[in-house]
């Protein structure tokens, strides 16, 4: 089984910066590809980035330019900087993974955090 804990969030003014940390605990075997959702007040909950155990990220076209996905292995935690963020931005952010392979009593299909609130005022 996996933990995962987010950090990081807050009250920003757009323009502003935020880091937002996500740190992973347990069976980390059971740890892949790692990715930020977000999920806005009335609205689906939708894909930031993603990086894959290579390090390879992704990025949703609303962010891409602004937000940076990082990985820090020895540690077990994954990071999100968010630059020049705008009021569209306000969400809670969800950190999630998947060990690419299920293992009964070991390893579920997905893991989630709690999430952290990211709010931008204009």
């Known amino acids: 089984q996996v933990q995962l804990v987010e950090s990081g969030g807050g009250l920003v003014q757009a323009g502003g910066s935020l880091r937002l940390s996500c740190a992973a605990s347990?069976?980390?075997?059971?740890?892949?590809?790692m990715g930020w959702y977000r999920q806005a007040p009335g609205k689906a909950r939708e894909l930031v980035a993603t990086i894959t155990s290579g390090g390879s990220t992704y990025y949703a076209d609303s962010v891409k330019g602004r937000f940076t996905m990082s990985r820090e292995y020895g540690k077990n935690t994954v990071f999100l900087q968010m630059n020049s963020l705008k009021p569209e931005d306000t969400a809670v952010y969800y950190c999630?993974?998947?060990?690419?392979?299920?293992?009964?009593?070991?390893?579920?299909?997905?893991?989630w955090g709690q999430g952290t609130q990211v709010t931008v005022s204009s």
């Open positions: 347990g069976d980390t075997i059971c740890i892949s590809a």
């Open positions: 999630n993974t998947d060990p690419g392979t299920v293992i009964p009593g070991t390893c579920a299909l997905e893991y």
